[in-house]
């Protein structure tokens, strides 16, 4: 297979002839395409064997079919009538709205001292930011866990788990942070010109510039917290009126062994606002991603 | 003044939920605490007991440098492979970069009891469907054999986030270099690899490494896969043994876990704790004197 980047030689194709007319480039366009439907067919089934089992009863999901012969929808309405399965769905909502809010207020502004100012010891900051953005939570979750259940006694919440959000979080330090090297340092000077003062110029002239980068690291936030399993877990696991839909689902599982039909349903139901927000949103994810690995 | 009023959220942040546990780590791993009776000194004790009476140790490291070393080489491989795949394609660009990004997003938790239904040996799609075409069907989750391949599929499944980069890097590389490599008679091949990859080889690099930091701290779908695949329920005060089958999915952080909330052996989760730190730091090092090309001009 040739590379479609490369443009066709000028001996193949004449001027205006698109390129695959050409006999080499309409068979490398055939190709290209039937492996990209291939390899798409295989990302998207699992999703698709999901949907139908969600809607197949109770005794067709343990055998070998995998098209539902009644289409039950009523599965979606018995998970979600469910013990608990409401009340997580709200922890969750609580957990990740509240954790990207405290995130976002609490690391812009560090974000932007460490892009915008000069002073000593921000090589060190820098490299703590990315020692605790690398550090793996396990490594401080003992002594987290014993300061949080035993001294301050909000085991059973998911306090333990917001509350740090308030204090910055290196990840989105980081990404904020290569966001704004990127913007020209004039509009800063000029504001400062103008008199502006620094927390004046964070918000009237950086942040409205800075707005995609804001909006990804929200999402990822979001997303963190709604994904979180092992923080829920160590705080929550033994006050299920505190678990999230991540932490619950799994359980849900468990305590629904034998029907699969509701467990893919409730997998369905946790799936569906990551998928739903993503087709709002999708711009902001490929910039944030992309920020991630290419900026810099 | 400014500056450190900016910085303070932070300050405080990585001195109380970072510098301050880290201590501690350190501190409790020469302690033998079981968080009910009161904590006693023992030097070395639970260092030597991790290190060379526990399997479970070796166990665990084996397991995470297998998982880094498989998932993260195929994730990369694969990232690349779909990047250009993507890059390629004239019709429905947007489309097949949706489909091909959207298990990433997928909630670890709700994907793994997903792969464990679909992976499941009896009663499974991907069995039932290999069985009809004749291929021979693996156990999947339950055999120790296979619970790592399988793992490694769902992480497969999830790379839309490195083809979102790939792609990135590669619409980066000047056309001028194809051109001129495609005159001075260079097949597709030899343009991959004497244009392509030296232009996207900061990328590659980056995403090696922010990929071996993040399958160290491989947890949950380990995890979720060996409850669902066992059937074991799961309750408040139950234990799970992780690792099923046979500690063939066991990774460290899984052991922190066991150790200090299972088994309340608080000291040698510390052990484990400080290992997977000093080998996370290795890998961060590495990045770090990359740093020009990460932190931009500095």
New interface residues.
């Given amino acids: 297979m040739g590379s479609t980047l490369v443009a066709p030689a000028v001996a193949d194709a004449p001027a205006l002839e698109r390129p695959h007319r050409t006999p080499r480039a309409r068979l490398e366009w055939i190709a290209v395409h039937s492996l990209a439907v291939g390899l798409a067919l295989l990302f998207v089934l699992p999703f698709v064997f999901l949907l139908l089992t969600s809607l197949m009863s109770d005794h067709q999901a343990l055998t070998t079919d995998l098209w539902p012969r009644t289409w039950r929808v009523q599965n979606y309405v018995d998970v979600l009538r469910a013990d608990g399965f409401l009340t997580w769905w709200k922890n969750s909502l609580e957990y990740a709205v509240l954790g990207t809010v405290l995130t976002l207020l609490s690391s812009i502004p560090v974000a932007y001292a460490l892009a915008r100012f000069r002073f000593r010891l921000r090589r060190l900051a820098l490299t703590v930011v990315i020692a605790t953005m690398m550090l793996p939570p396990q490594v401080v979750i003992v002594p987290m866990y014993l300061v949080w259940a035993r001294q301050l006694h909000l085991d059973g919440t998911l306090w333990p788990l917001i509350i740090p959000m308030a204090f910055g979080d290196a990840y989105s330090i980081f990404l904020l942070r290569q966001f704004l090297l990127t913007i020209p340092s004039e509009y800063v000077d000029a504001a400062r010109v103008d008199g502006c003062g620094e927390l004046r110029t964070l918000l009237r002239v950086v942040l409205p510039m800075a707005r995609p980068a804001v909006v990804a690291v929200g999402l990822f936030q979001f997303f963190y917290c709604w994904n979180d399993y092992f923080g829920p877990q160590i705080y929550a696991s033994e006050n299920p009126s505190a678990w999230t839909l991540s932490y619950g689902l799994e359980t849900f599982k468990g305590a629904h062994h034998a029907n699969w039909n509701l467990a893919m349903a409730a997998t369905i139901l946790v799936m569906a606002p990551v998928v739903i927000i993503f087709f709002f949103a999708q711009k902001a994810f490929v910039e944030g991603v992309t920020l991630t690995g290419v900026k810099g | 003044m400014?500056?450190l009023?900016?910085?303070s959220?932070?300050l405080?942040?990585?001195t109380?939920?970072?510098v301050?546990?880290?201590l501690?780590?350190v501190w409790?791993s020469f302690l033998h605490y079981d968080?009910i009776t009161p904590a006693t000194w023992v030097g070395l004790r639970n260092w030597t007991y991790v290190l060379t009476e526990y399997d479970g140790f070796w166990q665990a490291l084996r397991n995470t440098l297998w998982f880094v070393a498989a998932m993260v080489t195929s994730r990369v491989v694969f990232g690349i492979g779909?990047g250009l795949?993507?890059?390629?394609?004239?019709?429905g660009t947007r489309t097949?970069?949706?489909?091909?990004?959207?298990?990433y997003?997928?909630?670890?938790?709700?994907a793994t009891?997903?792969?464990a239904?679909?992976l499941n040996p009896?009663?499974g799609?991907v069995n039932?469907i290999l069985g009809a075409v004749g291929i021979p069907t693996p156990g999947w989750f339950n055999d120790e054999h296979w619970a790592k391949p399988a793992l490694t599929l769902l992480a497969l499944?999830g790379v839309g986030?490195l083809m979102?980069?790939f792609m990135?890097?590669?619409l980066?590389?000047p056309?001028e270099l194809?051109?001129a490599a495609?005159l001075d008679g260079a097949?597709?091949v030899r343009?991959?690899r004497w244009v392509t990859l030296p232009m996207i080889r900061p990328?590659v690099l980056?995403?090696v490494v922010?990929g071996v930091?993040q399958t160290?701290?491989y947890?949950?779908q380990a995890?979720?896969a060996g409850?669902?695949a066992s059937?074991?329920?799961?309750?408040?005060?139950t234990s799970f043994e992780p690792g099923y089958p046979h500690g063939s999915t066991l990774t460290?952080?899984q052991l922190?876990?066991s150790l200090?909330?299972q088994r309340f052996d608080?000291g040698s989760?510390?052990v484990v704790?400080?290992v997977?730190?000093a080998l996370?730091?290795a890998?961060?090092s590495l990045?770090?004197r990359r740093r020009a090309?990460?932190?931009?001009?500095?």
């Fill in positions: 400014v500056i009023a900016f910085l959220p932070w405080i942040g990585t109380v939920f970072f301050y546990p880290l501690s780590t409790f968080q779909l795949l993507v890059t390629k394609v004239k019709t097949f970069r949706t489909l091909f990004y959207l298990p997003l997928a909630p670890p938790v709700a009891i997903a792969f239904f679909l009896g009663t799609a039932t499944w986030d979102v980069i990135a890097a590669l980066d590389v056309r194809y051109e495609e097949g597709a343009r991959f990328i980056f995403a922010t930091i160290m701290q947890y949950t995890v979720v409850k669902v059937g074991i329920v799961d309750a408040p005060g460290l952080p922190v876990y200090g909330f608080t989760a510390c704790a400080l997977l730190f996370a730091m890998f961060t990045l770090l090309g990460l932190l931009g001009e500095d």
